[in-house]
């Protein structure tokens, strides 16, 4: 059976682990956070004791980390991961960062005879833990056939989006598409439930009409419009405002390197960072209704 290591156990990278521990796999983990590396080893996983640990005899690597700067630590340097791991070994980093970041990562795995692809996912800590992601992959479709049994065993759509930071490039599009429909839903929300009409009844007629998006499906901002959301429950849980501020700010990084004009991205990203100046970083992002009005708690 392949032998996986895994290492960042937040929420999103825990979740993960556990169905590839569920699959069969036998797992070894490494997080800065012991008590989280602890759950996991009950679960029947090992305790590497460093990221060097982790990865010695894996045949795959994955990674889950929060941004550029610390991918770029774990792997890269003299005493960066990728010296310690075996020619031949898949490297699947599912972080999402920046596109160059990730192809400075590729164009150094490959050096070193090391399949690396870049592989961030949709889907949310919901999806993370009904091994239902969306993978976006990049990098040689060799090696995404290699890993698929690998990927299947934590998500439910794979695509390959093309050569080495493709995946990345997919994702920063996806996510500011996101949070354009987050913003404009929090929005309309906000400005029928002001005028009067219930806020379930305009939700369903928005969802069944032109306006239909995936936040009115799956994601509703407002409060106790969707009981399963993190909106009903004080906006805990869910996909951070911070994160979703570093992924628009990707975004326009990439915008800025191609000479796109991406307007309502960067007006979104003027919207999250409001939010982090209001200290609302670590709620979901679905928290942008607070911006537009809801209901007193």
Request: glycine share 12%.
């Amino acid at each position: 059976m392949t032998r996986i290591a895994f290492i960042g156990l937040g929420h999103m990278g825990l979740p993960m682990a556990r169905n590839l521990l569920k699959a069969g796999f036998p797992l070894s983990a490494h997080d800065l956070v012991p008590e989280a590396v602890a759950q996991l080893a009950g679960e029947g996983a090992r305790a590497a004791n460093d990221a060097h640990d982790a990865v010695q005899d894996a045949d795959v690597v994955i990674s889950m980390l929060p941004a550029s700067r610390h991918v770029e630590s774990l792997y890269l340097g003299d005493d960066g991961l990728l010296a310690y791991i075996a020619p031949g070994t898949l490297v699947l980093e599912c972080s999402t960062i920046a596109p160059d970041s990730a192809k400075k990562v590729h164009q150094a795995a490959g050096k070193l005879g090391i399949d690396l692809l870049d592989a961030p996912v949709s889907g949310g800590t919901a999806g993370a833990a009904a091994g239902t992601l969306t993978f976006m992959v990049g990098g040689a479709a060799e090696a995404l056939e290699k890993a698929r049994p690998v990927f299947q065993a934590m998500g439910k759509n794979i695509f390959h989006a093309g050569p080495a930071g493709a995946g990345q490039l997919a994702k920063v599009c996806n996510n500011q598409l996101l949070a354009v429909q987050m913003i404009g839903t929090a929005e309309s929300m906000a400005l029928g439930v002001a005028n009067g009409l219930d806020p379930r009844v305009l939700a369903e007629i928005m969802r069944q009409s032109s306006g239909g998006n995936w936040v009115l499906e799956r994601y509703n901002p407002w409060p106790g419009v969707m009981e399963t959301t993190p909106a009903s429950h004080d906006y805990e849980g869910g996909f951070m405002s911070e994160l979703m501020a570093k992924d628009l700010g990707l975004a326009q990084e990439t915008a800025l390197a191609s000479g796109s004009s991406t307007p309502m991205g960067g007006l979104a990203l003027h919207l999250y960072r409001v939010l982090l100046r209001q200290g609302l970083g670590k709620k979901d992002f679905s928290v942008v209704q607070s911006l537009f009005g809801a209901p007193e708690e």
